[in-house]
């Protein structure tokens, strides 16, 4: 069970960062089109 706390708590985290690249994207939509798949959603976010 105690795994899948783990589990939720990273689910969690990802989503945390999946919703700050979907903001992101929003900026740089406004800017210019962008690819989804190059975008990276792991720490490189905060770049």
Do not use: T, W, Y
């Not at 700050?20 to 740089?28: G, N, R, S, T």
């Not at 962008?34 to 792991?42: A, S, Y």
Request: aromatic fraction near 2%; charge should be positive.
């Amino acid at each position: 069970r105690s795994i899948c706390r783990k589990h939720q708590e990273v689910s969690r985290e990802d989503m945390e960062n999946f919703i700050i690249a979907c903001k992101l994207q929003v900026k740089e939509r406004k800017k210019g089109p962008l690819n989804l798949k190059q975008l990276p959603v792991n720490e490189d976010v905060s770049q």
